[in-house]
C-alpha cells in the first residue's frame, strides 16, 4: 500500500469565521493538517502528536 501524497493545500472554512489548513490527498480524500487541527483545538501540536501516538 502506497503513502498518500497531498496534491491540493490551502483553507478550509470549516464554519463561518473558523479557519483551519487542509488538504487534498492524491486519492481525493479531504483531510485538515496535524498543525492546523492543534490550533483549532487550542494546542500545542506536540500535544496533539503524543495523543496520535496513544
Same mark, same amino acid.
Given at each position: 500500500m502506497k503513502e498518500p501524497k497531498a496534491v491540493y493545500y490551502?483553507?478550509?472554512e470549516l464554519i463561518p469565521g473558523i479557519? *483551519? /489548513?487542509g488538504y487534498v490527498l492524491d486519492d481525493g480524500t $479531504? *483531510?485538515?493538517s496535524e498543525r492546523g487541527? $492543534? /490550533?483549532l483545538l487550542g494546542i500545542h501540536?506536540?500535544?496533539l502528536q503524543i495523543m496520535a501516538g496513544n
Amino acid at each position: 500500500m502506497k503513502e498518500p501524497k497531498a496534491v491540493y493545500y490551502g483553507k478550509v472554512e470549516l464554519i463561518p469565521g473558523i479557519i *483551519c /489548513d487542509g488538504y487534498v490527498l492524491d486519492d481525493g480524500t $479531504a *483531510c485538515l493538517s496535524e498543525r492546523g487541527t $492543534a /490550533d483549532l483545538l487550542g494546542i500545542h501540536h506536540k500535544s496533539l502528536q503524543i495523543m496520535a501516538g496513544n
